[in-house]
Nanobody, 115 residues
Framework: QVQFVESGGGLVQPGGSLTLSCAASGFTIRPWHMGWYRQAPGKERERVALIFSPDTTNYVDFVKGRFTISRDNAKNTVYLQMNNLKPEDTAVYYC?????????WGQGTQVTVSS
């Protein structure tokens, strides 16, 4: 069974930083494109960043220059470094492949940006 387990979220002040991790099990990330997604209260889930195999990246405009996606294929883990966080970044963050596997969404990790 494919599972993605996200961690690293928390409460941070505006301008702060967090690094999220996503450990995959039952699934080898190496040949796959991987992504980070987020869902804010009352909104639909949206794509944030992608990392294509092997390592080309793509970001949505509202996180460009602030977020960095990376992968460690040996650890079967994907990361999201988030800098200069803003209140509008508050959401539950998820990882999945891209295109996403509908039956493999994890619990996500909550990121709250507030003073």
């Amino acid at each position: 069974q494919v599972q993605f387990v996200e961690s690293g979220g928390g409460l941070v002040q505006p301008g702060g930083s967090l690094t999220l991790s996503c450990a995959a099990s039952g699934f080898t990330i190496r040949p796959w494109h991987m992504g980070w997604y987020r869902q804010a209260p009352g909104k639909e889930r949206e794509r944030v960043a992608l990392i294509f195999s092997p390592d080309t990246t793509n970001y949505v405009d509202f996180v460009k220059g602030r977020f960095t996606i990376s992968r460690d294929n040996a650890k079967n883990t994907v990361y999201l470094q988030m800098n200069n966080l803003k209140p509008e970044d508050t959401a539950v963050y998820y990882c999945n492949s891209w295109p996403s596997r509908d039956d493999s969404w994890g619990q996500g990790t909550q990121v709250t940006v507030s003073s």
